[in-house]
């Protein structure tokens, strides 16, 4: 994919040791720091300020903002005990296992995660000019969280409002009233607008829940849920109403926003972030007393979600093709799957009452990654020969020149950690079954070492743009997709029209490349506003066009390499087969 100056940049893995646990107070730990975003939106966000971001290079880059409550200011908040542990912990795999720049991390942690701290937090990030369209954006929160019913007219149904809990929740607020809690409506609203801004490659984690879990009994660890008594106390209805009513300006403006209005934090149709969270809505995010697998005498209280979740990541690290494997979907299911071989390291840590969910539609992405990946993503055995690179895919699976491959590698040829974990591969000699290949060289990076049995992926299958006319609307130039496109200003030059009807409910397509004009019937369709992304719309034609055009140029010498023989026989009857 190209960043907004033209360069290449790819989503970047490391593979390092894993470190190890951490144990320790926020205040002590010389791993824990508080950095922080420069502040644009202004304000007091209550939280010590570090240095400012710098732009550094084009590959795509890791920010993070990580929030993490312990202790709560009013007397009926339960005191938790693992939450700061968590977040050191997270950010310190950011920091030794992905290599993401301190400075890149903005810390909250209890009397600083204020309300107004984390609103303003996440404002900084859509506002923060270093952070370029689709760089990794992850928020991380451990803490408490509820759920309240909704006042009139927020949602259609009459459901219940999940909250996460700021430190201030309940406490007297500057207007009179009382410090409200963060409701889902309200993140969903932040991250749309942070999508809008930055690009929709965001990673939201949530260790807590918001099942009224304070009240059960039996389980063996401590809930990260508000009692169910705090679920009866009426919301205002004007709450965060200028965050709430924010509409992507992308969307055509005659949608009525009930049709977009989210079902909670799991929600499966958010297009904006990627959704990560401890549990399931009827159950309990645990944090639990677990013992160091460095040290067996101490002792010390995590989340058990995050537990297993840096756990698994670092040691996915360590095996490149796992790695190169893995999409944000299979994350629950390998978590449970690890889970009795992290509880022998941690004991009592086993992941067995609360099931991890991931939800959002680019859930199928590989991990730190736009590319997506799972069951239907093929990968293709990278070799060496004659000191040449190979990809054992050719044109009979649509490899042509000019196609790009992703290989992970996370060491240089001088056996050094590369800062990009990700090797990017450009076919240029293009036989039936197999590519001969060039690196793309990276000026940032040393050489990158192709160890054996490594595979490649397909980021980009054509060099060639689909060019699109789209008056009005700003849309991205889909280079982070496989099947491209590209905007053009001339009518004249486009290979298909998108734009709004009349009353901006429905998309108006219109193919002008040459086969549909001679061949379709109808030119132009039309598309509900309401329910379909222009993005969308155009990602599916330029699949539908790569496969279209694409040709058959076998060469006299590929004839004889492939060696197809074609016979019919007749079948005949030879009697009752039991």
């Known amino acids: 994919m190209e960043d907004e100056s033209g360069s290449e940049s790819m989503a970047t893995v490391e593979s390092l040791s894993p470190d190890t646990s951490v144990a320790g107070s926020a205040a002590s730990s010389p791993d824990f720091q508080i950095y922080a975003l420069p502040s644009t939106t202004g304000g007091n966000t209550e939280a010590r300020r570090g240095p400012n971001l710098v732009s550094g290079a084009s590959q795509i880059r890791t920010f993070a903002l990580v929030i993490a409550i312990d202790e709560y200011h009013h007397q009926s908040f339960k005191k938790l005990s693992g939450c700061v542990l968590d977040a050191q912990d997270f950010t310190k795999?950011?920091?030794?296992?992905?290599?993401?720049?301190?400075?890149?991390?903005?810390?909250?942690?209890?009397?600083?995660?204020?309300?107004?701290?984390?609103?303003?937090?996440?404002?900084?990030?859509?506002?923060?000019?270093?952070?370029?369209?689709?760089?990794?954006?992850?928020?991380?929160?451990?803490?408490?969280?509820?759920?309240?019913?909704?006042?009139?007219?927020?949602?259609?149904?009459?459901?219940?409002?999940?909250?996460?809990?700021?430190?201030?929740?309940?406490?007297?607020?500057?207007?009179?009233?009382?410090?409200?809690?963060?409701?889902?409506?309200?993140?969903?609203?932040?991250?749309?607008?942070?999508?809008?801004?930055?690009?929709?490659?965001?990673?939201?984690?949530?260790?807590?829940?918001?099942?009224?879990?304070?009240?059960?009994?039996?389980?063996?660890?401590?809930?990260?849920?508000?009692?169910?008594?705090?679920?009866?106390?009426?919301?205002?209805?004007?709450?965060?109403?200028?965050?709430?009513?924010?509409?992507?300006?992308?969307?055509?403006?005659?949608?009525?926003?009930?049709?977009?209005?989210?079902?909670?934090?799991?929600?499966?149709?958010?297009?904006?972030?990627?959704?990560?969270?401890?549990?399931?809505?009827?159950?309990?995010?645990?944090?639990?007393?677990?013992?160091?697998?460095?040290?067996?005498?101490?002792?010390?209280?995590?989340?058990?979600?995050?537990?297993?979740?840096?756990?698994?990541?670092?040691?996915?690290?360590?095996?490149?093709?796992?790695?190169?494997?893995?999409?944000?979907?299979?994350?629950?299911?390998?978590?449970?799957?690890?889970?009795?071989?992290?509880?022998?390291?941690?004991?009592?840590?086993?992941?067995?009452?609360?099931?991890?969910?991931c939800e959002g539609q680019n859930r199928d992405r590989l991990l730190f990654s736009l590319t997506r990946g799972g069951p239907g993503e093929p990968s293709y055995a990278v070799v060496r020969s004659g000191g040449k690179i190979w990809v054992e895919a050719g044109s009979s699976v649509g490899i042509r020149k000019g196609t790009r491959f992703a290989v992970n590698t996370a060491t240089g040829a001088d056996g050094a950690p590369r800062k990009g974990g990700v090797t990017v591969l450009q076919a240029d000699d293009v036989q039936s079954d197999l590519c001969r290949c060039t690196v793309m060289q990276d000026t940032d990076n040393p050489p990158a070492h192709l160890t054996e049995g490594i595979r490649a992926t397909v980021v980009r299958w054509s060099p060639e743009a689909m060019r699109v006319w789209a008056p009005g609307l700003r849309l991205p130039a889909g280079t982070a997709v496989p099947f491209a496109f590209s905007l053009v200003s001339d009518k004249q030059k486009c290979d298909i029209s998108l734009e709004l009807d009349k009353v901006k409910t429905r998309w108006v397509l219109t193919r002008f490349d040459p086969l549909t004009i001679q061949y379709a019937s109808s030119k132009s369709l039309s598309l509900d506003a309401n329910v379909t992304r222009a993005t969308d719309i155009l990602e599916h034609v330029a699949h539908w066009n790569f496969h279209m055009y694409r040709t058959s140029d076998v060469s006299k010498t590929d004839r004889q390499q492939l060696r197809v023989k074609v016979e019919l026989h007749r079948l005949e009857e030879a009697g009752h087969v039991d």
């Open 93 to 357: 795999f950011l920091v030794s296992t992905r290599g993401v720049p301190e400075q890149h991390i903005y810390t909250l942690t209890n009397g600083q995660a204020t309300r107004i701290a984390i609103l303003n937090a996440i404002k900084d990030l859509i506002a923060n000019p270093s952070i370029k369209k689709d760089d990794l954006i992850f928020f991380y929160y451990a803490g408490h969280g509820s759920r309240r019913s909704a006042p009139k007219g927020w949602v259609p149904d009459g459901r219940k409002i999940e909250m996460i809990c700021p430190c201030d929740e309940r406490m007297p607020s500057d207007g009179g009233g009382k410090v409200e809690g963060i409701p889902d409506l309200t993140f969903d609203a932040l991250m749309r607008k942070l999508a809008h801004a930055k690009g929709d490659n965001i990673i939201a984690i949530f260790d807590c829940c918001h099942s009224g879990g304070m009240g059960r009994q039996g389980l063996d660890g401590t809930p990260r849920a508000l009692s169910d008594e705090h679920t009866h106390i009426p919301l205002p209805a004007t709450l965060d109403e200028d965050i709430r009513t924010w509409c992507d300006d992308v969307k055509p403006t005659g949608r009525g926003a009930e049709l977009w209005t989210p079902t909670g934090f799991l929600w499966p149709a958010m297009r904006s972030h990627i959704l990560l969270a401890a549990c399931r809505l009827d159950e309990t995010a645990i944090e639990n007393r677990v013992t160091l697998s460095s040290k067996e005498s101490i002792t010390v209280t995590r989340g058990l979600f995050t537990l297993h979740l840096l756990t698994f990541l670092r040691e996915a690290h360590t095996d490149q093709k796992l790695l190169a494997q893995l999409t944000y979907a299979d994350l629950p299911g390998r978590l449970e799957k690890e889970s009795p071989d992290t509880a022998k390291l941690y004991g009592r840590a086993l992941l067995d009452k609360q099931h991890p969910v």
